[in-house]
């Protein structure tokens, strides 16, 4: 089966990996933290600087 979604996994595949150890799912929600935090900065630079510009 093919599909066209580059992340996608066989149930075979899913279901036979091993579980991510505690660790690994800290880092990766750090990662995805810092992630979110930083989109949600640039939206308030973008809000801060458009309404900025609005006042003039």
Do not use: F, G
Not at 3 to 21: C, I, V
Not at 36 to 42: G, Q, S
């Amino acid at each position: 089966m093919k599909s066209n979604y580059s992340n996608a996994a066989q149930l075979k595949d899913l279901m036979t990996a091993p579980p991510m150890s505690a660790a690994q799912h800290a880092e990766v929600m750090r990662k995805r933290i810092a992630q979110r935090r930083m989109l949600e900065e640039a939206q308030e630079l973008k809000r801060a600087s458009s309404s900025y510009y609005d006042k003039r």
